[in-house]
């Protein structure tokens, strides 16, 4: 079975900018969680996507946003980009929550 | 103060050795505990998944959780340099609509095992 894919694995963007990450789960997967990993903070949980609702987030501000499509594939995406959002952003697909989440591996979002 | 505290190390280790990792965690609410390694640039991958206070073995790794101390750890025997990669605690809370499909992790602790 295959595992999580991001796209794109690289991405540069420039202070201003807006940008688009895109997440396939596993396949039977419902549930997709985003994370934003920084040598300072960590992993930190950003939202969740069950069924094409939102049911959790994190506590970023509001240019953090996302969504999920019906075959359960997630795209987050953020506006204004700021130098701080430069980050290792991950995607992790389980059945259901308590279940086991799967990483994918990752988007290097560098901000200039 | 963090809901989840892990002692960042780094800590190196001669091969062979058993290395032993720990998290504490201030969250009652934590029910599922995980840990996941992650390579350099990779993704992280889990290692061990446990609901249930005590001990959990697969292969060389022992999973231990202590709920009534809010400590988990892991014991990695016959370390290899292989093992060398970060080594981050996870942990999932049930507790309704906030804990929906959110991990909170430990800062990971570097580890290096040197041949």
């Known amino acids: 079975k295959a595992g999580v894919t991001q796209t794109p694995r690289y991405l540069i963007k420039t202070r201003g900018q807006q940008v688009t990450l895109s997440c396939s789960p596993i396949s039977g997967h419902r549930s997709v969680s985003w994370y934003q990993q920084t040598p300072g903070q960590g992993l930190q949980f950003l939202f969740e996507?069950?069924?094409?609702?939102?049911?959790n987030k994190g506590n970023f501000p509001g240019r953090f946003s996302g969504r999920q499509f019906s075959n359960s594939r997630s795209e987050m995406n953020v506006s204004t980009l700021e130098l701080g959002d430069s980050a290792l952003y991950l995607c992790?697909?389980?059945?259901?929550?308590?279940?086991?989440?799967?990483f994918g591996p990752g988007t290097r979002l560098l901000v200039l | 103060q963090k809901e989840v505290e892990q002692d960042p190390g780094p800590l190196s280790v001669p091969e062979g050795a058993i290395v032993s990792l720990n998290c504490t965690y201030s969250?009652?609410?934590?029910?599922?505990f995980m840990w996941y390694r992650q390579y350099s640039r990779k993704g992280p991958e889990l290692l061990m998944y446990t609901y249930s206070s005590g001990n959990k073995e697969d292969g060389r790794f022992t999973a231990q959780v202590d709920k009534s101390s809010k400590y988990i750890s892991l014991f990695i025997r016959d370390s290899q340099p292989s093992d060398s990669a970060t080594y981050l605690c996870a942990m999932e809370a049930n507790a309704g609509g906030t804990s929906y499909g959110k991990l909170t992790f430990g800062q990971g602790t570097i580890l290096t095992v040197h041949p």
């Open positions: 969250n009652s609410a934590f029910q599922y």
């Open positions: 992790a697909s389980s059945l259901a929550r308590g279940e086991t989440q799967y």
């Open positions: 996507y069950f069924s094409e609702t939102q049911r």
